[in-house]
């Protein structure tokens, strides 16, 4: 089992940036895909982006693309979320999810483990 932990969310003016970090712990990190998810009150859990375990592959949702870059080192065992051009609309809870190697999935269901989530709001 993995443990995962993020951090660095915050609130920011629309137009700002914000890092988000998710730490890794307990099983070899390298063997890993990533994904960032986030919920907005009152919406569901929705895909953010994902990585392959090497980094080499990479997706992410319309709404975000070329806004957010989602990176990783598995040499500290942490996935990135770069957000850039924020905007009120990106307001909600950000959670990091692992599953076993397979790249690509961007459901929910397809992600066995889950950090706590940190909240980003962006104020207008």
């Known amino acids: 089992q993995v443990q995962l932990v993020e951090s660095g969310g915050g609130l920011v003016q629309a137009g700002g940036s914000l890092r988000l970090s998710c730490a890794a712990s307990?099983?070899?990190?390298?063997?890993?895909?990533m994904g960032w998810f986030r919920q907005a009150p009152g919406k569901e859990r929705a895909f953010v982006a994902a990585?392959?375990?090497?980094?080499?592959?990479?997706n992410y949702a319309d709404s975000v693309k070329g806004r957010f870059t989602i990176s990783r080192d598995n040499a500290k065992s942490t996935v990135y979320l770069q957000m850039n051009s924020l905007k009120p609309e990106d307001t909600a809870v950000y959670y990091c999810?692992?599953?076993?190697?397979?790249?690509?999935?961007?459901?929910?269901?397809?992600?066995?483990?889950w950090g706590q989530g940190t909240q980003v709001t962006v104020s207008s």
């Open positions: 990585i392959s375990w090497d980094g080499g592959s990479t």
């Open positions: 307990g099983r070899t990190f390298s063997n890993y895909a």
């Open positions: 999810a692992a599953r076993p190697v397979t790249f690509g999935f961007t459901t929910t269901a397809r992600y066995p483990y």
